[in-house]
C-alpha cells in the first residue's frame, strides 16, 4: 500500500504492476483519467473479458430477458433452457410493477421450458411448443416472448420457428429471441437483440387505440429498479406530459403497440436502449432526446429539455412551478445533511449508465467521484456519441443482428421540420446526443472499463473512498474492507432513488451509510494484533 496520494497514472501502473505482461498491456487500454471539459482519451470498451479475470459483467441471455423484456408485467418472458437460466433471472433485479387494471402481472412467476440431458441430444422444439401451449392455457397473456440460453444454440433448436408456428395457433403475438449467453463480449449483445425484437415484432403494431394528450412522450430504458418508474410517472403527469409507453418498467405489451404515437422519445439508459430510439426516429419519425432523472438536479433539466421541445409556454411554466416546488423538500434535506457528506468520496463501477448517472446524486451531496467505470458500456457512453463513426466494429459485434429500417410508407410522419429541429437545437436542444462519462470527471478520478475483483480491491487500497457503489457479487468482499457498498443495480432494499423524492431517499441513505462508525468498529483480526496463533516450546 502506497504512502503518498498517487496521480492516476501511477495508480494505473500499480494497478496492473503485478499482471503477465499481454494482460496487463490488455487491461491499460482500459483505464483513463477523466478529461474535466479537455480532451477525451480514448477508452477500451465493450471487447471481450480476458479469461481467467473474475469481470462483474453478465451474459448476453441476462441483457435481454432479465434486463429489457424481464420488467413487462403482462407478456409471459419464457426461457428455453435448463433451469438454472431461468431461476437466477428471476426477480433479483427488484424491477417493480404495478398489477394494472386487469390484474394481469406475470413478474412473479419463471416460465422455463426446464431443458435436460434428453432435450440436449434429441432437441427441445417440441417441448418448447409444449411450454408456449401450457403457458397460454394457464394464462391467457397477450403475447408470449422465448428467450434461447446457450445450449439451444449450440444444438440449433429453432426457436423463431416455433414461435412463428404457436403464434398462427394461438392467435396472440409469439416471438423469440436469439440471445444465448455466449452471443456477446457481455448482457449490452441482448440489450441490442431485445431492442430489434420488439421493434420488428410490437411497437407500432396498433393504429387503432387513440391516444389523448397534447405532449405525448415515451421513456426508454427505465426499468423500475426500486420503484424509479412510478416516482417518473408521478412528476411527468404532474408537469402535464402523457407518458404512452415505458420500455419497459412498469409496462404493458399493449403499450408498446401504440408508442409509435409519441411526439417525442426520452433516452434515459442510453446503452440499453438507444437501438429503438434511433429505430423509431428513422421509421416514424421521433426524435429523441438523452434524460437523466437520477439527481434532483437532473430531473429538474431534463423536464426543462422535454417542455422547450414542444415549445408550449403554458407546459414551460408548469413545469417551472413543479420544479419549485419540488426543489423546496429536496433543499431542505440537502442542507441538513450536505454538512456531514461534503468532501467524503466515492466510487462507482455498475452497469452501463449508473456509473455516470448517480454521479449527480453524489454532486448534490458535496461528494467527489474518484473513480467510476461501466461493466459493459460502449466506448459512446464513455466519449459521447460522436465517437460512433470510429468505433471499429469487431467479430463479436458483427454477431448481432443490425436490422434495416427504413421510413414507415404511410405512417413516417416528422415531428418537426428542419428548420424546426435546427432552431431548437440552436437553443440547446442537444437531439440524438449523450456526451458520456469522461468528459465532466475530474481529472484525478481513474476511469476504468469492466473492472474485476483485483483490480477493485487494488483500487480501494490505493484510493480508500467512503463508499463503493457495485453490485452483490462486489458486495461483501468490499465490506470486508471495511467500506460500505451500496448496491446500484438493484439499491439493496431502499429506493426508489429516480426524481424529486427519490432524490431525498439517496440523500438519506448515503447520509446513513458513509456517517456511520460501524466500519471503524469493526477491526479485522490481523489489525488488532491477533490472532494467530501463537505457541511456544515449554519443554525443558
Ligand atoms: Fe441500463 Fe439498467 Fe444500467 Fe443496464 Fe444492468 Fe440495471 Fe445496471 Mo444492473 S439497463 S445499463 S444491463 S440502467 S441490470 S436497470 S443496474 S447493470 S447500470
Redesign the pocket.
Known sequence: MSTKPLNTEEIKKELIAKMPTKVARKRAKAMVPGAEGGDIPEIQANVRTIPGIITQR?CTY??CK???LGPSRDIVNLTHGPIGCGFYSWLT?R?QTDAGPDGENFIPYSFSTDMTEHDIVFGGMKKLAAAIQEAYDNFHPRSISIFSTCPVGLIGDDIHAVARQMQEKLGITVFANSCEGYKGVS??AG?HIANNQIMKHIIGTDDDTPVEGKFKVNIL?E?N?GGDAFEIERILEKCGFTLIATFSGNSTVDSFRIAHKADLNTV??H???NYVAEMMETKFGIPWVKVNFIGAEATAKSLRRMAAYFEDQELMDRVEKVIAEEMLEVQAVVDGIRPRTEGKSAMIF??????H?YQELFGELGMKILGAG????HRDDYEGRHVLPNIKVDADSRNIEELEIDPDPTRYSPRKSAEEMKKLEECGLDFKGYEGMIGGMSKDAMIIDDINHYETEKIIEIMKPDIFCA?IKEKYIIQKMGVPLKQ???YDIGGPYAGFKGAINWYHDIDRMVNTKVWDLMKAPWQQGGPELEASYVAS
Not at 461501466?374 to 458500456?377: I, T, V, W
Open positions: 453478465g441476462a441483457g432479465g434486463v429489457v433485479r424491477n448482457q449490452s440489450h430504458g426499468y429498479i434515459m439508459c446503452r440499453s436502449l455498475v452497469g452501463g449508465s449508473r456509473a448517472h461501466y461493466e459493459f458500456a453490485g446500484l443495480h438493484n
